[in-house]
């Protein structure tokens, strides 16, 4: 979490780093801060609680010339969100400055080093620490800065990605990253560099760039070619300049109120570009190299297990369904936070799928280093192209869902689904537990599903409709059974992470051992009632919550006739075949939840607390 940028070169900085900030909000916003640097070395450091827009606010008048500059947005670990605590940091000389995306466990014993030595403390930051241990480090050993950031790091438990400068050196940054993701866009004849969590900041100024790998540092010199080096053992690296595809319509807005409802309404061409060469209906073949390469692994896979977080593991309770249901393979979902600290048992046939939008969630990443340290196979489901987990993992497939801003996942959370999808119908054919009559049908009909989601999203008006009637509701309950339990689970995960109403998904039938007690008048509950899916045991639990004057919502299949008789709303969707509900049945609760944020005030695309990855465990 937190979002670090900065620019090195020959124009002015603060635009560039402004906007980049504002690009990279969705990482954290807690506070802001930015630090510019000219050729007449002074240090002209901003910094405040809130976000960008206040930061912005409150250079208005202030001198924010400079070539050089690093900028930060925060997403609180160590001390609370205030003036202090927010980055960059400066080294108790004024001679050093630091953005810092991590957390640096073994920051208090520093502390305490460091205060013995003299070293004073403005905030209650881990970073602060550290930009004073480097300026201790460089002290000691009369070195340049790009060895006492090297030296001080080996000193470091912990997880960053940082960018460091010497005001009296406005023409060099050092940057290094162990555990968070860090990009280094490359202007024309090293003439000018970007720094950046991610490559949104700078994609407009350059397409070339370089993705840190762990424990490596970089230096950063103009005019010069990045020099990149290993931390611990000092050894030289190649630096893998890449060609970036993103574009900048990609990261904007494009007319919508809200990255969130632009995601909502780009799923059928976000679950299009996931079948893209991968889906070959017409001839019958399902294609994908990074399971096609390693087929024999999944067909004798005695087990799979998936890891993830959040959304990401509601998709992995749905690729449990199909995996299970379709390849007849046995599968467990977990949350990788409990994974990798319960001491898990992993064998060598086991097949381990780690699914994250991001790429970077810390705890997906560790489990998916336990995993391998104990031989299993991984397989990464990602979005963000030459992320961390897309590069720990043994093989893997993209989303391709595109730049996902918007705090709350959508478009992952269906491309994620439709990957699964893919890959169950494509191990189900090959160990003959689906006939090729069955396969070919069911290739068909996942062909269709894009352009359902689009007539689907029509239904924006109505959703609209009944989210004026419930926004005030201080409770919600989410129902399904069997592949829309977990769309029970996402839709309430949707509904209390963007508009803070209490919800809880639950498996339809597990109502009546507890929940149940909770259902009155003032009770609206969501219950999705596809017509294959155990249709009339929903019924049933249907029949129950009214019967204890519940309110329902109702998601049903085109021409229900039985719900609509009893539930108070009902959503219509397009016919499919069950396995694939999940990707029709999100959508109506994606909208949901957005119209009752929207009605509440609340602030949709970075509701409090959160940030978009989680690069802390
Ligand atoms: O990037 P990841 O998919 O690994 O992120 C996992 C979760 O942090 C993420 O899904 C989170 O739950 C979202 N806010 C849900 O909308």
Redesign the pocket.
Known sequence: MCGITGYLGFREAYPIVINGLQRLEYRGYDSAGIVLTSSDKKLKLYKTKGKVSDLKEIVKTKDITGNLALGHTRWATHGIPNDENSHPHVSNSGRLVIVHNGIIENYDTIKKELIKRGYTFQSDTDTEVLINLIEEVQIKNNCKLGKAVQLALTNVVGAYAIAVYDINKPDEVIVARLGSPLAIGIGENNSEFFIASDASPFIEFTRDAIYLDDEELAIIKLGKKIRVRKINDDSIVKPNIQELKLNLEQIEKGGYDHFMLKEIYEQPSAIFDTFRGRLLADQGIIKMGSVDNNITKFLNAKRIIIV???????AGLVGEYLLEDIARIPVEVEY?SEFRYRNPIINKDDIVIA???????AD?LAAIKLAKSNGAFVFGI???VGSS?ARETNSGAYTHAGPEI?????K??TT?ITVLTLIALKLGHLKGELSNSKFHNYLQIMKSIPSKVEKLLTVSAKVEKIAAIYKDAPNCLYLGRGYNFPVAL?GA??LK??SYIHAEGYPAAEMKHGPIALIDESMPVVVIATKKGHYEKVVSNIQEIKSRNGRIIAIVTEGDTIVKEIADHVIEIPETEEAFTPLLTTIPLQLLSYYIAVMRGCNVDQ?RN?????TVE
């Open positions: 993830a977080c959040g959304t990401s593991w509601h990788a699914i994250s939008q991001s790429g970077e969630t997906t990602c979005n963000v987990i918007g705090v709350a996942s959508t992952a959370f994620q996402e995960l949707k992470e963007i509701p959160l940030a978009k990855s989680v």
